[in-house]
């Protein structure tokens, strides 16, 4: 009976779809405040859609002109699995947002925060085939910020132990698989709280250097914001719910980018294509919140670059590493559930996982 009982909901969700405007591209942003001079820029792009999804601290007075609010109330209405995991007043609400672009239609989903400003009123991003460059390297890890002329500033996640290094990279340009590609961003960019408590300085990247990919073997943590997905990517959406704030997206970047190898899937780097005006935080409360990416993120890549599994179906090759990273205490055990539920969800929208 429930079935049948949720296939009736996703019915009327399918129905209540015509009243969208169709476009298969779609912004997705999670918010706390009230309309932000970002959001009211993102909602003017023709040809994208946007969704933000709401919390309990958001005002229940929201509003904003072309833009899908998924306030409280509405969320609650929604079928998908994964809103019995998703705890309030958390980042991993975003995960609805996902969902309902997916469902509607979405083939390219842009996800930011609401103070990233993008450069020239435009998103901008490469088809997902495209020629980039690649860094011929046995490291583990390459900096993107080096390449985009910052090689004294690092991304969070970044393992703190690469930080300063004297290896020289020979470059080679490929055609790449890059379903994934995130823009640097321009004044307040993310990096952790200890350079942001030892460093004042605006920081501003070379929009002249070609994209930058990664090949497989070498991984580079990269957040939630400024990111494109094509749909080939939308499996790696998911933002976990119990590492902190501050470590659920990197954790999540680390994640897909092992399982992208399966299918040949790179993640690449585009010189600067928005700026942020970060909004206020406490530094040394961001401190305590990113404490496992100072003293776990190059185990996290070793542990990475070493798994194996001998499973041939994707999604059960994404519930064993989740497993995996699990035992070795990445995750709390209450992931699985919800990586079992998105994969559930994505089924039902009539998502394809990739083969």
Same mark, same amino acid.
């Given at each position: 009976?429930?079935?049948?009982?949720?296939?009736?909901?996703?019915?009327?969700?399918?129905?209540?779809?015509?009243?969208?405007?169709?476009?298969?591209?779609?912004?997705?942003?999670t918010?706390?405040?009230?309309?932000?001079?970002?959001?009211?820029?993102?909602?003017?792009?023709?040809?994208?859609?946007?969704?933000?999804?709401?919390?309990?601290?958001?005002?229940?007075?929201?509003?904003l002109?072309?833009?899908?609010?998924?306030?409280?109330?509405?969320?609650?209405?929604?079928?998908?699995?994964?809103?019995?995991?998703?705890?309030?007043?958390?980042?991993?609400?975003?995960?609805?947002?996902?969902?309902?672009?997916?469902?509607?239609g979405?083939r390219?989903?842009?996800?930011?925060?609401?103070?990233?400003?993008?450069?020239?009123?435009?998103?901008?991003?490469?088809?997902e085939?495209?020629t980039?460059? &690649? +860094?011929? !390297?046995?490291?583990?890890? #390459?900096?993107?910020?080096?390449?985009? $002329?910052?090689? *004294?500033v690092? @991304?969070?996640?970044?393992?703190?132990?690469?930080?300063?290094?004297?290896? &020289? +990279?020979? !470059?080679?340009?490929?055609? #790449?698989?890059?379903?994934?590609?995130? $823009?640097?961003? *321009?004044?307040? @960019?993310?990096v952790?709280?200890?350079?942001?408590?030892?460093?004042?300085q605006?920081?501003?990247?070379?929009?002249n250097?070609?994209p930058?990919?990664?090949?497989? $073997?070498?991984?580079?943590?990269?957040?939630?914001q400024?990111?494109?997905?094509?749909?080939?990517?939308?499996?790696?959406?998911?933002?976990?719910?119990?590492?902190?704030?501050?470590?659920?997206d990197?954790?999540?970047?680390?994640?897909?980018?092992?399982?992208?190898?399966?299918?040949?899937?790179?993640?690449c780097?585009?010189a600067?294509?928005?700026?942020?005006?970060?909004?206020?935080?406490?530094?040394?409360?961001?401190?305590a919140?990113?404490?496992?990416?100072?003293?776990?993120?190059?185990?996290?890549?070793?542990?990475?670059?070493?798994?194996?599994?001998?499973?041939?179906?994707?999604?059960?090759?994404?519930?064993?590493?989740?497993?995996?990273?699990?035992?070795?205490?990445?995750?709390?055990?209450?992931e699985?559930?919800?990586?079992?539920?998105?994969?559930?969800?994505?089924?039902?929208?009539n998502?394809?996982?990739?083969?």
């Amino acid at each position: 009976m429930s079935t049948i009982l949720q296939r009736i909901a996703y019915f009327f969700l399918f129905i209540s779809c015509i009243k969208i405007n169709a476009t298969d591209k779609w912004i997705v942003v999670t918010t706390i405040n009230y309309p932000t001079a970002a959001l009211k820029q993102l909602a003017q792009l023709p040809d994208w859609h946007l969704v933000v999804v709401a919390d309990k601290k958001t005002p229940c007075d929201w509003h904003l002109d072309n833009c899908e609010f998924l306030s409280v109330e509405k969320q609650q209405q929604l079928p998908y699995k994964i809103i019995q995991f998703l705890p309030w007043n958390h980042y991993s609400r975003k995960n609805i947002g996902y969902l309902y672009a997916i469902e509607h239609g979405a083939r390219i989903i842009y996800e930011t925060d609401d103070d990233n400003y993008l450069i020239d009123n435009e998103i901008g991003y490469l088809p997902e085939h495209a020629t980039t460059i &690649q +860094y011929i !390297t046995d490291q583990s890890t #390459v900096n993107p910020y080096e390449h985009f $002329g910052q090689p *004294n500033v690092w @991304p969070r996640g970044y393992p703190l132990k690469k930080i300063i290094h004297n290896q &020289q +990279y020979q !470059t080679v340009e490929r055609h #790449v698989h890059c379903p994934i590609q995130q $823009g640097v961003v *321009n004044n307040d @960019p993310d990096v952790d709280a200890i350079y942001r408590l030892t460093h004042s300085q605006e920081i501003n990247f070379d929009s002249n250097k070609k994209p930058l990919s990664l090949q497989r $073997g070498v991984l580079c943590p990269f957040n939630s914001q400024n990111t494109i997905f094509y749909y080939n990517a939308f499996w790696a959406l998911l933002l976990p719910v119990t590492p902190s704030f501050r470590v659920c997206d990197i954790w999540r970047s680390y994640w897909m980018q092992r399982l992208l190898w399966d299918f040949d899937g790179s993640v690449c780097f585009l010189a600067p294509t928005a700026v942020q005006y970060r909004n206020e935080h406490n530094l040394l409360t961001d401190f305590a919140d990113e404490i496992d990416v100072y003293l776990k993120s190059e185990q996290l890549i070793n542990t990475l670059r070493n798994w194996k599994c001998e499973k041939k179906v994707f999604v059960e090759r994404m519930e064993e590493l989740m497993n995996e990273l699990i035992i070795k205490q990445y995750f709390k055990p209450a992931e699985i559930a919800l990586v079992t539920a998105w994969i559930e969800d994505l089924e039902h929208i009539n998502y394809s996982m990739p083969q």
